[in-house]
T-cell receptor, first 109, second 116 residues
């Protein structure tokens, strides 16, 4: 069955703090991972990706970490803002892209 | 560019009726994907096309579902007859290259389908 999943369905974070969203995958053959952000009423939007030959990649305010030993992926958002409120999906690529169920990030004022 | 365009945005129909969802991919993108999103199963790939040709339809749930891409700028996903369990949000996405590349998939706003 599908293996991509998330540890927490909802994450509440104080505005200005850093957010960490976690994801587990079970297939060591996956070679590419993607994080998507989905705001209410919209389609998923690409945030950042990472190949399996890397363990860290940084974007603007976001960092993705890949730990292949424990098959774990995380998305770190620095200085969380109200506009970061959304559902975040990790996805892995084997022969096709498989999405996790998502974590809702809730920003506390 | 306007991005991926989907219509209608919302569709409410009765069980047994035919439903047709429409998608216009980003111009120049060779790949088009249809996804279904539900709370229970998350985002699932139904089918994807390369240069208007269906490549992988293994995610299409039943024969009631069919998809076509008559030209590079238009695709349809049809459900006939529709059932209440088909209620979901259906997304279309497009990309320059296929799944084996790292080209980004750009998603449309989705069509929320409710089958009564």
């Amino acid at each position: 069955g599908e293996s991509v999943g998330l540890h927490l369905p909802t994450l509440s974070v104080q505005e200005g703090d850093n957010s960490i969203i976690n994801c587990a995958y079970s297939n060591s053959a996956s070679d590419y991972f993607i994080w998507y952000k989905q705001e209410s009423g919209k389609g998923p939007q690409f945030i950042i990706d990472i190949r399996s030959n890397m363990d860290k990649r940084q974007g603007q305010r976001v960092t993705v970490l890949l730990n292949k030993t424990v098959k774990h992926l995380s998305l770190q958002i620095a200085a969380t803002q109200p506009g970061d409120s959304a559902v975040y999906f990790c996805a892995e690529r084997r022969d096709k892209i498989i999405f996790g169920k998502g974590t809702r990030l809730h920003i506390l004022p | 560019d306007a991005g991926v365009i989907q219509s209608p945005r919302h569709e409410v129909t009765e069980m047994g009726q035919e439903v047709t969802l429409r998608c216009k991919p980003i111009s120049g993108h060779d790949y088009l994907f249809w996804y279904r999103q539900t709370m229970m199963r998350g985002l699932e790939l139904l089918i994807y096309f390369n240069n208007n040709v269906p490549i992988d339809d293994s995610g299409m749930p039943e024969d009631r579902f069919s998809a076509k891409m008559p030209n590079a700028s238009f695709s349809t996903l049809k459900i006939q007859p529709s059932e209440p369990r088909d209620s979901a949000v259906y997304f279309c996405a497009s990309s320059l290259s296929g799944i084996s590349s790292t080209d980004t998939q750009y998603f449309g706003p989705g069509t929320r389908l409710t089958v009564l």
